[in-house]
């Protein structure tokens, strides 16, 4: 497994922006997808936005049109890039990597969107 560190997280008011990365610890290969996942507290961790090797991307119908996810496969780098945010986006936002040898998640990063 890869280690996975994402930054970014904070606090900010609603209408802020935010842009979290996550950065593998090594070069990674054969990558099927990359992606970010939000946990509320008391809920379950929900997917906010994928990316493929092709470079297709999918996202969460609720935040479609507020976030936007991008990678630097020179780096083994995702970044989730998020507008107009809104308290009910406050999470703990992780990190996925899928690769051909497995699945490493991130240790999370808190995002705390205040009205």
């Known amino acids: 497994q890869v280690q996975l560190v994402e930054s970014g997280g904070g606090l900010v008011q609603a209408g802020g922006s935010l842009r979290l990365t996550c950065a593998a610890s090594?070069?990674?290969?054969?990558?099927?997808?990359m992606g970010w996942y939000r946990q509320a507290p008391g809920k379950q961790r929900d997917m906010v936005a994928i990316?493929?090797?092709?470079?297709?991307?999918n996202y969460a119908d609720s935040l479609k049109g507020r976030v936007t996810i991008s990678r630097d496969n020179s780096k083994s780098t995702v970044y989730l890039q998020m507008s107009n945010l809104k308290p009910e986006d406050t999470a703990v936002y992780y990190c996925?990597?899928?690769?051909?040898?497995?699945?490493?998640w991130g240790q999370g990063t808190h995002v705390t969107v205040s009205s």
């Open positions: 090594e070069t990674v290969f054969s990558v099927i997808g």
């Open positions: 990316i493929t090797a092709g470079g297709v991307t």
């Open positions: 996925k990597f899928v690769t051909t040898g497995g699945v490493s």
